[in-house]
């Protein structure tokens, strides 16, 4: 049997997983894989930060105001997971749904890589 996959491991998995849902065209599993990553990452940063495990908004709350993450990346990080949450629960692949996927993929991953 393997090893366990480690957090960096977990979150390149998730990444290319979106990256193949996008190309696929498949929008809705796509925001719900970014959401999933996103978890990943937050849950992650915040056991460094030693907060005690909450729900996914509250923990991205926490970090802002630890100051472990700033202003612009909670606000992105909350937009992931409202349309990963949205994406869960519509079985929807619009335009809208998209625009939505590319625009806030590309910031999260560019984040990720600095």
Same mark, same amino acid.
Request: aromatic share 10%.
């Given at each position: 049997?393997?090893q ?5 491991d ?7 997983e @979106?990256?193949?849902?996008i ?5 809705n ?8 990553t996103?978890?990943v990452m ?9 907060i ?5 908004? @509250? @923990?991205?709350?926490?970090? #802002?105001?630890? %100051?472990w993450?700033d202003?612009? @990346?909670?606000?992105? #990080?909350?937009?992931? %997971?409202?349309?990963g ?6 079985d ?5 749904? %998209?625009?939505?996927? #590319? ?5 999260f #991953? ?5």
């Amino acid at each position: 049997m393997g090893q366990p996959l480690n957090i960096w491991d977990k979150i390149q998995q998730g990444v290319s997983e @979106t990256e193949r849902l996008i190309a696929q065209k498949d929008y809705n599993k796509a925001m719900i894989q970014s959401r999933q990553t996103l978890e990943v990452m937050v849950k992650a940063l915040g056991n460094k930060a030693c907060i005690v495990e909450s729900d996914l908004a @509250t @923990t991205i709350d926490q970090l #802002y105001d630890g %100051r472990w993450i700033d202003k612009s @990346t909670r606000e992105h #990080y909350h937009k992931i %997971r409202i349309i990963g949450n949205k994406a869960a629960h519509e079985d929807n692949n619009s335009a809208a749904l %998209r625009s939505a996927t #590319y625009s806030h993929c590309w910031l999260f #991953y560019w984040e990720l890589s600095y």
